[in-house]
């Protein structure tokens, strides 16, 4: 039996796992990403980590090292000036690891690392063909073609959650307007309920009480669920919208599969129903029949770290 550590990179925490090849999770570590400023103390903490994990498990070899990070560069190994790090600029997470173990390193961003974990641990076991959304509090994507991912030329292709949707639309934090993340991330969401709160007179549902400042993805799609009007007319659109990207996707890459995951997914059909929808409405007609859309088989509290896991299988 052989084992990897996956590591995940968020703004707030980073999250380590020791992973068997089976895709079981022995053990888990975290550190918090927000206490670093610079990366040498921060590689050294996260080694630290890891040797632990690997001595209390009785491991003494594993196949490499396996990181989803924002801004992260499959090519070069660095974390490019990501913009929720407290810790700025290029990072050579590569070159500092390997100061501290000499085995492979694969760096990639996190949705590129879940759409791997997908396909080596989950519901894309055998397919060679799908595309994967993240859904949170921004939209990332992964692109899989000839059952590898898709890094192209800079190391950052598949960016679907920055394709502009609704030209000259609402502002995103990428700097440009319209982009897909704007319609249907968590934030989105939120901000598409305030708008049509404001434009429904008279509004009695149960978030009516609640500043716009407090709502969250969660609470709406709760009360989606229990029927209420403005809710389900949030996910409506929302799903019509995303159904448009999604059908947009598949033209360019012909997929088996679309895997969508991320909390926003969760509220089940007030999203999936307006989404298929959609999707069979814009969906360019030589592809009828040829993709569907599936959620992810894994577990979304292990994902993070499976699929920064599963990247050691690319070396």
């Known amino acids: 039996m052989t084992y990897a550590i996956g590591i995940d990179i968020g703004g707030t925490n980073t999250d380590m796992g020791l992973v068997r090849e089976d895709g079981k999770i022995i053990a888990r570590a975290n550190i ?3 206490a670093y400023t610079e990366l040498q103390p921060y590689i050294k903490d996260i080694m630290g980590s890891i040797a632990k994990l690997m001595k209390d498990n009785g ?9 989803g990070a924002p801004n992260g560069n499959f090519y070069t190994g660095c974390v490019d000036n990501a913009p929720n790090l407290t810790i700025k600029g290029v990072l050579n997470f590569e070159e500092e690891i390997h100061k501290y173990m000499q085995v492979p390193v694969v760096l990639s961003n996190d949705a590129n690392a879940a759409a791997y974990g997908e396909l080596i641990y989950g519901g894309a076991k055998g397919l060679q063909h799908f595309i994967m959304f993240t859904l949170g509090t921004g939209v990332g994507s992964g692109v899989v073609v000839d059952g590898k991912l898709v890094h192209g030329s800079t190391g950052a292709a598949g960016e679907l959650g ?3 949707l609704i030209p000259e639309g609402r502002q995103c934090s990428c700097g440009r307007k319209g982009c897909l993340e704007t319609y249907t991330s968590a934030r989105g969401i939120v901000q ?3 708008e049509l709160r404001k434009e429904t007179p008279g509004y009695s549902g149960e978030l009516k009480d609640v500043a716009d400042k407090d709502i969250t993805s969660k609470m709406i799609g709760d009360a989606a669920n229990r029927g209420d009007a403005v809710a389900l007319k949030t996910y409506e659109k929302t799903g019509y919208w995303l159904g448009i990207a999604v059908a947009n996707s598949v033209t360019f890459s012909a997929p088996e599969a679309i895997f969508l995951m991320g909390g926003p997914t969760k509220v089940g059909e007030p999203l999936l129903k307006p989404l298929r929808e ?4 814009h969906l360019l007609n030589i592809y009828e029949g040829s993709c569907d859309i599936r959620m992810s088989e894994l577990n979304a509290n292990e994902v993070a770290i499976l699929g920064a896991a599963a990247l050691i299988k690319m070396k």
């Open 59 to 67: 491991i003494n070899v594993i196949e490499g090292i396996g990181i």
């Open 192 to 194: 598409t309920f305030c």
């Open 162 to 164: 920055h394709a502009i």
């Open 278 to 281: 959609s999707f069979k409405k």
């Open 32 to 34: 918090p990403t927000n």
